[in-house]
């Protein structure tokens, strides 16, 4: 029992002298989601500020606007609305950032290509309902397409998706 009792003691002595045990909370990086290599320079911002890189805007309107898609597809108004709200509020963070990303002001081509185009979608829903809905999504999409292009990015196509995103019903709530 005492060899036990030595044994624990020296035990808590050990664990004091080797200082507080290591923290198990993390935090976020001062750059999240930028790659090791770019942290440094950052990204070229007409503000004199760094900025995320646009892909990270661009992949959260890809989600939303295949939510879009399947909120239509799925009859839907007011799921389609709320994701073409949502791609709105991300043309109009890009539009208010001045974000600059290799010598072409995306900031611009969102005044230009996006918020017209989800603005468009907005009206749309409001005259006419889901009615035409593929044409008005692929007026959407077609301005995506033309932004890429002006923006010197024509590999960028996108396309209305073929099946649903999985994890979400789309479907209407029942009355």
Sequence with gaps: MRNELLLL?????????EGPAPSTTTTTPRYAGVHEEE??????????????????????VHVYAQKLWAS????????AKF???EIEE???????????????DISAQMGIYGLP?????????????LTGFAEAYD???NNCNACHMASGYPIVKV?????????????????
Excluded at 163 to 175: C, I, M, R, T, V
């Design 159 to 175: 396309i209305a998706p073929s099946e649903a995103p999985k994890g979400q019903d789309f479907s209407p709530l029942a009355p």
């Design 117 to 129: 185009a989800v603005e468009a979608l907005e009206e749309h829903f409001e005259k006419n309902g």
């Design 90 to 104: 991300v043309f109009e963070d890009l539009e208010a950032a001045n974000v600059m990303d290799d010598g072409v």
């Design 83 to 85: 994701y073409q709200h």
């Design 39 to 60: 942290e440094e320079e950052g990204r070229e911002h007409v503000s004199g500020k760094e900025d995320p890189e646009v892909a990270v805007y661009m992949s959260r």
């Design 139 to 141: 007026g959407l999409l």
């Design 9 to 17: 003691a020296f035990g808590a002595l050990f664990m004091a002298c």
């Design 72 to 79: 239509g597809q799925a009859g839907n108004l007011e799921l």
